[in-house]
């Protein structure tokens, strides 16, 4: 469980930077979704001033409805996605839709822990496979 790893602020700073070291610099924002990946990537862009996209699992249907708060990315803007874990791909993918629904471009997508292999359209990153940490 990687979020159990959040409640020391060292380890995940430390975790947001390992991801941001493997990011490409020609980013223009990060974009995450869901208690796994919003803490890594409001650091990252608290730390690298990267304006944060936060796409919404499910839209309200009371507020603005809006499926991304904070920055809403828009055409010419390249992305990353963070998150904390990678199984299916299917939290990225549906993230990756609706940024691209902006006109946004997505790079890839980082996470901390890779447990499955099912292909995205956008390079993975990660730092741990499964294997690694069992």
Request: hydrophobic share 45%; charged share 20%.
């Amino acid at each position: 469980d990687i979020k159990k790893s959040y409640r020391d602020p060292r380890m995940l700073a430390a975790l947001a930077d390992a991801l941001y070291a493997e990011m490409p610099k020609q980013a223009t924002c990060v974009a995450a979704s869901g208690y796994g990946g919003i803490p890594l990537a409001s650091v990252i862009s608290a730390r690298y001033n990267l304006p944060l996209a936060l796409v919404r699992d499910n839209i309200r249907d009371h507020g603005t409805e809006a499926p991304i708060d904070g920055y809403v990315p828009t055409v010419g803007d390249t992305i990353v996605i963070i998150d904390d874990v990678f199984t299916t791909g299917a939290s990225i993918r549906s993230m990756a839709d609706m940024l691209i629904e902006k006109g946004a471009t997505v790079l890839s997508a980082y996470v901390v822990l890779k447990r499955g292999a099912h292909p995205l359209p956008f390079p993975l990153v990660f730092l741990f496979e499964e294997k690694d940490l069992v």
